[in-house]
Structures are given as C-alpha cells and as structure tokens.
C-alpha cells in the first residue's frame, strides 16, 4: 500500500522559508517521478515542482522558479520542497504527489500523471 505522508507546513511571514518533507512508504522515491503540487481556496491545483527518477531533471512552475527547490533523500524515502522568499501568493495546501518511472511526454506539470497523492500541508504566508 503506497502511503505518502507531508509535513512541515506552518504560517509564516513573507520573505520567510519553509521546507516540506513528503515520506513515501510502499514507494521507491528514487525510482520514480515524484511532485508537488499546491491548491489555494477557490483555485485548482496547481504543479509546483517535479523530479525525475534518480534525482534526474527537476522542473518548476514559473512563479516558484529560483525560489523554491525539491530534491530527495533516497535513505530516507523522502522528497522535500524547500520554499524561500515566500510571497503571500504561495499561501496554499501542498500535496506530494508520486508518479510512474518515465515522463516521456512532458506531462510533469498535470494531476493526471501523478498515481498517488498525500493528504497534503497547509501552508499560510501573511503580508
């Protein structure tokens, strides 16, 4: 049974930095395509960041470019997304979201690639 688990999400003020934590069980994280996404009230979810199997090629949505990173610790089974400068705009639930071994059509960015999703973190920027 795959089971990913997020954490680290809190409130904090703009400019400030968070790091989320996504533990996979039942799922090899190295091995796979792995997610993140994020949903404000009122808004669809939306990719945030994405890395390929074995810490492989890493993709960002525009708006989080140079600000956020993910990477993965393959001991620990576990994706992070470390978020820097936030902006009150990032106010969001993410999600860690695993997906197959390849992404042969660059569908990184689409809910539909992804197999699993975790119960996602809150994470709350105020001005």
């Known amino acids: 049974q795959v089971q990913l688990v997020e954490s680290g999400g809190g409130s904090v003020q703009a400019g400030g930095s968070l790091r989320l934590s996504c533990a996979a069980s039942?799922?090899?994280?190295?091995?796979?395509?792995m997610g993140w996404f994020r949903q404000a009230p009122g808004k669809e979810r939306e990719a945030v960041a994405t890395?390929?199997?074995?810490?492989?090629?890493?993709y960002y949505a525009d708006s989080v470019k140079g600000r956020f990173t993910i990477s993965q610790d393959n001991a620990k089974n576990t994706v992070y997304l470390q978020m820097n400068s936030l902006k009150p705009e990032d106010t969001a639930m993410y999600y860690c979201?695993?997906?197959?071994?390849?992404?042969?059509?660059?569908?990184?960015?689409?809910?539909?690639?992804?197999?699993?999703w975790g119960q996602g973190t809150q994470v709350t920027v105020s001005s």
């Open positions: 890395i390929y199997a074995r810490g492989g090629s890493t």
């Open positions: 039942g799922y090899t994280v190295r091995s796979n395509c």
């Open positions: 979201a695993a997906g197959p071994k390849f992404d042969l059509g660059g569908r990184w960015y689409e809910r539909t690639f992804y197999n699993y």
